[in-house]
């Protein structure tokens, strides 16, 4: 069972990135998806998510700039992120739930000029 995030880096405020969550190991396509993220010394805080029927959810601070979206023939979560702000700035976890939970590892999202 595995989740791999990639897609993170250091971008300016106002650019863009996509991550991306490669699943091995489940059946994908049962399972709700979502994205949290971690400041440095805080809690975490759930981003996005999307059920396995489509439903999608988001936290009110990204409504409007990240879309998440799935595929589930290549088991793959997608966070297309766009107008990004400083405050984006945190590890980006993908996660998995189908009455357990599993997590990624995590990349890195910078915004800074």
């Known amino acids: 069972v595995q989740l791999v995030e990639s897609g993170g880096g250091l971008v300016q405020p106002g650019g863009s990135l996509r991550l991306s969550c490669l699943a091995s190991g489940f059946n994908f396509k049962s399972y709700g998806m979502g994205w949290a993220r971690q400041v440095s010394g805080k809690g975490l805080e759930w981003v996005s998510g999307i059920y396995a029927n489509g439903d999608t959810y988001y936290t009110e601070s990204v409504k409007g700039r990240f879309t998440v979206s799935r595929d589930d023939d290549k088991s793959t979560l997608y966070l297309q992120m766009n107008n990004l702000k400083p405050g984006d700035t945190a590890v980006y976890y993908c996660?998995?739930?189908?009455?357990?939970?599993?997590w990624g590892t995590g990349t890195q999202v910078t915004v800074s000029q």
């Open positions: 996660a998995a739930e189908n009455g357990r939970r599993l």
